[in-house]
């Protein structure tokens, strides 16, 4: 036997990750709520709690990232179950969310009555489009809600974002198609159709140590790396966004560290306009936005 208090001092892991580990833990076998961590630090825990603790603990030591173990991560101002068919949503990618907020916004202040028709590629859990269709009803003005089409390559991951749909009560507004990039989007049908395109691409370098370092080794690969130069995704996804935006239409894309520049160039090639780049929290590149021309 040992009590919460107990086993929160002999953890070999991290304070704030052993909180978080026990407090899901403690959710899911007694309904209790994070601040039994505290209040109930006395409570007596059963060989069988240890056990999964044990487990739990054990994968965590080998690098499994906290969001699998848990099944879930919070993201913007929603929460997203995630598995291992799935990238992490990183605190980063709320950058693009916000952005593409700001700019629904404007564009809607523009022209009122129109729908705003939005497609977010590669998808992953959902969680750039659930971000925007749950955030944009509450923003002042809203009168239509967008439309919304998020594509992902791979089937899986296109099942735990329409989880996350009907989780969220968002099933609605956002039609989930798995598509590699643009593919599942023929023209003539879909030339010209969207307002804002937005985009997390896999964008690491195949040769980038970080792969093979914590919790990055657990994620889907297909969803952090190209396999080549970190650079091909984004290439194919800017060079054909002009095809598929209207006129003055919206782009925004996550990039790496040191990619500033050759987005900033792709952007250029492309023929799109106003492109401004935006830095993360850290400080660093993360994002750059254009428009199409008239
Ligand atoms: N920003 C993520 C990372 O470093 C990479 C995600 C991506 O490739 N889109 O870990």
Known sequence: MSTIRALLRNTVLPAAEARTLLAHLLAHYFQLP?????????????????TT??????????????AYLIGKRPFHQIELMVNAAVLIPRPETELLVDLALQEMVQQRQ?????????LDLGT?????????????????????????????????A??????????????????????????A????????????????????????????QGDLRFEPITAL?????????LRAIIADAPLFLRPQGFIAVEHGYDQLSSVLEMMAQAGLQE?????????IPRVVSARKAI
């Not at 994070?34 to 240890?50: T, Y």
Request: hydrophobic fraction near 40%; charged fraction near 20%.
């Open 110 to 118: 523009q022209n009122p009555a129109s729908t705003l028709r939005i």
């Open 124 to 156: 992953g859990s959902g969680a750039i489009a659930l971000a925007i269709a749950s955030t944009f009803k509450d923003l002042p003005g809203s009168a239509n809600p967008p439309q919304i089409m998020a594509t992902d390559v791979s089937p899986e």
């Open 225 to 233: 790396s190209d396999g080549k130069d970190g650079l091909s995704c």
């Open 275 to 283: 492109v401004r780049s935006y830095t993360d929290l850290a400080g």
């Open 34 to 50: 994070k601040s039994a961590l505290i209040s109930r630090d006395e409570m007596l825990l059963s060989s069988d709690f240890l």
């Open 185 to 212: 989007l023929p023209q003539p049908q879909w030339t010209a159709t969207f307002d804002l395109i937005l985009c997390n691409p896999p964008y690491i370098h195949a040769e980038d140590d970080h792969l093979q």
């Open 53 to 66: 603790w044990q487990a739990l603990e054990k994968r965590r030591m080998n690098g499994e990232p906290i």
């Open 158 to 183: 296109i099942r735990v974002a329409k989880l996350n749909a009907a989780y969220l009560k968002q099933d609605q507004s956002i039609e989930f198609i798995v598509s590699n990039w643009y593919q």
